[in-house]
């Protein structure tokens, strides 16, 4: 009976201990993994700060090259960024790289807690045109045949076929002068206008005289306008990149925005696109007529460039160009197809280099209160740093 006892004592005591043991290793692993939460708490409220902070910097980032499109002489902005998780402050400085047209972007966000983030990044100014090719080498450039009759008067680009060398007619197919038609010099033009004697072609009685400013049925014509003109490819992308770059995309050629000042305008799928005067010397226009038809009113001033645009030129002569008598035209125009009417009464047009200035921004990337639409700011590639 004793042994049975002593057994029963031995064995409860036994069971304590274990429980004991088991007690003791259950609130070692509660306090560790306790500790394991408050750590991995405090690791979540660091990145969703750190993240919050490093979202204030790259807002400032933004707002900074939104600024510079409107305000190319800015140096520094500021703003705050309020959220659920955290609110804070960024502060960015906006300093030239020493590379033209090249700026450095510095921003720092900064939270209440005291969390910042820095984000450093280079963005460059580029042009619609082509950089590659300076603008069109000619008033007119037209990928197939030009009439050219009545008392037409072209004034050549005087390099564009290199320095001194003027061209004033580029094409890819046969260019046909008649009527009182001729080509000439910007100053010819300006001191008295083109004739017979200062002119580079024209027409005496019935011979055509062709000088070296019509480039005709040129083998080196390029096979991609769209490329040659804005340097992106005649494809859904290319075009996307071009779209995403215009001031507007509109379906009428009377939308008050083409009309209203400078600007880069797309108008597609339009039966009849018919403008007036637009555009000035100062405020120029790049109109894109898309799978459209183009009419120029009779005694109108465009000023800028005109590019008319058939998505199929081989599906043959689908649209229209009609410049009616008077027109002038300062700037260039540039056709991929073939369906070009001029008038034969009088009409001009004049490569007009301060238009060109204007569009490729040559005095600079802004012209004050709203930029220059013909500007677009982008990342320079490899030059985001966010760390230290």
Same mark, same amino acid.
């Given at each position: 009976?004793?042994?049975?006892?002593?057994?029963?004592?031995?064995?409860?005591?036994?069971?304590?201990?274990?429980?004991?043991?088991?007690?003791?290793?259950?609130?070692?692993?509660?306090?560790?993994?306790?500790? /394991?939460?408050?750590?991995?708490?405090?690791?979540?409220?660091?990145?969703?700060?750190?993240?919050?902070?490093?979202?204030?910097?790259?807002?400032?980032?933004?707002?900074?090259?939104?600024?510079?499109?409107?305000?190319?002489?800015?140096?520094?902005?500021?703003?705050?960024?309020?959220?659920?998780?955290?609110?804070?402050?960024?502060?960015?400085?906006?300093?030239?790289?020493?590379?033209?047209?090249?700026?450095?972007?510095?921003?720092?966000?900064?939270?209440?807690?005291?969390?910042?983030?820095?984000?450093?990044?280079?963005?460059?100014?580029?042009?619609?045109?082509?950089?590659?090719?300076?603008?069109?080498?000619?008033?007119?450039?037209? $990928?197939?045949?030009?009439?050219?009759?009545?008392?037409?008067?072209?004034?050549?680009?005087?390099?564009?076929?290199?320095?001194?060398?003027?061209?004033?007619?580029?094409?890819?197919?046969?260019?046909?002068?008649?009527?009182?038609?001729?080509?000439?010099?910007?100053?010819?033009?300006?001191?008295?206008?083109?004739?017979?004697?200062?002119?580079?072609?024209?027409?005496?009685?019935?011979?055509?005289?062709?000088?070296?400013?019509? /480039?005709?049925?040129?083998?080196?014509?390029?096979?991609?306008?769209?490329?040659?003109?804005?340097?992106?490819?005649?494809?859904?992308?290319?075009? $996307?990149?071009?779209?995403?770059? $215009?001031?507007?995309?509109?379906?009428?050629?009377?939308?008050?925005?083409?009309?209203?000042?400078?600007? /880069?305008?797309?108008?597609?799928?339009?039966?009849?696109?018919?403008?007036?005067?637009?555009?000035?010397?100062?405020?120029?226009?790049?109109?894109?007529?898309?799978?459209?038809?183009?009419?120029?009113?009779?005694?109108?001033?465009?000023?800028?460039?005109?590019?008319?645009?058939?998505?199929?030129?081989?599906?043959?002569?689908?649209?229209?160009?009609?410049?009616?008598?008077?027109?002038?035209?300062?700037?260039?125009?540039?056709?991929?197809?073939?369906?070009?009417?001029?008038?034969?009464?009088?009409?001009?047009?004049?490569?007009?280099?301060?238009?060109?200035?204007?569009?490729?921004?040559?005095?600079?990337?802004?012209?004050?209160?709203?930029?220059?639409?013909? /500007?677009?700011?982008?990342?320079?590639?490899?030059?985001?740093?966010?760390?230290?």
């Amino acid at each position: 009976m004793a042994t049975d006892i002593k057994n029963s004592i031995h064995g409860g005591f036994t069971t304590l201990v274990v429980t004991l043991i088991l007690l003791s290793i259950l609130v070692a692993v509660s306090a560790f993994i306790g500790k /394991v939460l408050i750590a991995d708490k405090r690791l979540t409220l660091n990145e969703i700060e750190y993240r919050v902070a490093m979202a204030a910097a790259e807002k400032g980032i933004a707002e900074a090259m939104a600024e510079l499109k409107v305000n190319p002489a800015v140096t520094a902005i500021s703003g705050s960024i309020a959220t659920a998780a955290a609110n804070g402050s960024y502060q960015v400085t906006i300093s030239p790289s020493g590379m033209a047209d090249v700026t450095d972007i510095l921003s720092v966000g900064t939270l209440d807690s005291g969390t910042t983030a820095i984000v450093t990044v280079q963005v460059a100014e580029w042009g619609i045109l082509n950089p590659n090719n300076s603008g069109p080498a000619a008033p007119l450039l037209v $990928a197939g045949t030009l009439p050219a009759n009545g008392s037409i008067t072209i004034v050549a680009n005087p390099n564009g076929g290199g320095p001194g060398v003027p061209v004033s007619i580029w094409s890819a197919g046969d260019v046909n002068i008649g009527g009182s038609a001729t080509t000439c010099g910007l100053d010819e033009y300006q001191n008295g206008g083109c004739n017979k004697e200062n002119a580079y072609s024209y027409k005496s009685g019935s011979e055509s005289i062709i000088g070296p400013d019509i /480039v005709a049925n040129d083998p080196d014509f390029p096979d991609d306008l769209v490329d040659y003109v804005f340097g992106e490819p005649d494809t859904a992308e290319g075009w $996307a990149r071009i779209e995403s770059r $215009a001031t507007a995309i509109v379906n009428s050629c009377a939308d008050p925005r083409i009309t209203g000042g400078a600007g /880069v305008f797309i108008v597609e799928n339009v039966s009849d696109c018919t403008i007036g005067s637009i555009g000035s010397r100062a405020a120029p226009i790049v109109l894109i007529t898309k799978d459209s038809n183009l009419t120029i009113n009779a005694n109108s001033q465009v000023y800028g460039l005109v590019f008319a645009y058939d998505s199929n030129p081989a599906d043959g002569d689908n649209y229209d160009i009609k410049i009616n008598g008077g027109a002038k035209f300062f700037g260039m125009m540039l056709a991929n197809h073939n369906n070009i009417d001029l008038p034969n009464g009088s009409y001009a047009a004049i490569y007009d280099p301060e238009v060109l200035c204007s569009i490729n921004f040559c005095n600079g990337g802004g012209s004050g209160p709203g930029g220059n639409p013909f /500007v677009a700011i982008s990342y320079v590639p490899g030059s985001w740093k966010d760390w230290e």
